[in-house]
């Protein structure tokens, strides 16, 4: 599955460099620490001359160290510049020369269904893969999160957390988040990789930069998790001490709407929560238990502030 040079008109092998790997250490005592573990390890895209990389944001939420893993085996410092929980992406400064070109931003919206791409991770060709995108549609996570459009890519890289997503002219397309099983109409499951669109990043980057952060009203979270599970929408978890788990919302509740409107999708769900105003609103679940019809009026948080703030070299 490796890509051949010969196959693109770009420089493959000197783009590749451009791909870093990334190392994370997180406090035992971190609000993400029991679902994502306290030692992470992923990729970076390098983007700018002075060493500004681009990842997948739960590698550094929360990070007390990170390290960038370079081309030539040097092992840099690196401080988290900025995290947004909305687009989960993060950005990662290197404290050091990392003597590569930057990776050149491409256009996802160009990008089409059947297009022959390259997901790289670090490591040059051999950490790289042929592959092909094959869809381009809304993904849903159970943890509150949202992309309108996310890309799709089969073979899946085996190490796909924050590997690049490159197009047949070199660009940068997409940031790499997720294994998943993509099901279609009447066929097979098949593995793909879910790819973060690049072009969420210009819109935020500035603020990243500047203030850690992106400047714009929080969306409410509650701390629930759900599933699909046919034409139901499952609690399957809470976290402990959230929103949600406080208003006593239970795992095995069916919701069934927000305020009243009907929610058949995560997707739906996430949109009627976020609709009624930012963080701090109250979100009135609506949720079949027990053969009952229930509304648990739950008061939303901003998630950021459950986080520990990256630690500075």
């Known amino acids: ?22 190392r994370a250490t997180v406090p035992s005592d ?23 990389v681009v990842t997948v944001g739960y590698l550094v939420t ?5 390290w960038l893993v370079a081309d030539d085996g040097r092992v840099i ?13 993060a950005l990662v400064q290197a404290l050091e020369p990392l003597d590569v070109e930057p990776l050149k931003l491409g256009r996802s919206a160009a990008i089409q269904v059947g297009e022959r791409v390259v997901v790289a991770g670090a490591g040059g060709v ?17 943890w509150e999160y949202l992309l309108d459009e996310a890309i ?4 899946p890289h085996p190490h796909w957390a924050g590997t690049a997503l490159i197009a047949g002219d070199g660009g940068l397309v997409g940031v790499g988040s997720l294994f998943v099983q993509q099901v279609a109409q009447n066929k097979r499951p098949i593995d793909v990789n879910m790819m973060i669109p690049i072009d969420l990043l210009p819109p935020i980057i500035d ?14 979270w509650i701390g629930l998790q759900a599933a699909e599970f046919g034409e139901n929408l499952v609690v399957v978890g809470l976290t402990d001490r959230g929103p949600a788990e406080s208003a006593d919302v239970r795992v095995g509740d069916v919701v069934v709407g927000v305020g009243g409107n009907p929610v058949g999708s995560l997707g739906d769900l996430f949109r009627g929560m976020w609709k009624l105003g930012e963080a701090g609103v109250r979100v ?9 019809q229930l509304e648990v009026a739950i008061k939303s948080e901003d998630r950021a502030k459950n986080y520990k703030s990256p630690r500075m070299h």
Do not use: W
């Open 152 to 155: 799709y890519t089969t073979p």
């Open 62 to 66: 929360e990070a007390e160290s990170t």
């Open 126 to 142: 051999p950490h790289a893969i042929d592959a092909r995108v094959v869809a381009k549609q809304e993904f849903a996570g159970y």
């Open 284 to 292: 009135p679940l609506n949720i079949f238990r027990n053969g009952r």
């Open 77 to 89: 410092p690196a401080d988290v510049v900025g995290r947004d929980t909305e687009t989960g992406l």
């Open 207 to 220: 603020d990243l930069v500047r203030y850690g952060t992106v400047d714009r009203p929080s969306r409410p």
């Open 30 to 52: 971190a609000h993400s620490a029991q679902r994502l573990g306290t030692e992470r390890a992923g990729n970076g895209c390098v983007i700018s001359a002075d060493g500004l």
């Open 1 to 22: 599955m490796e890509p051949l040079p010969e196959n693109y008109s770009f420089d493959l092998v000197e783009t590749l460099r451009s791909v870093v790997g990334l």
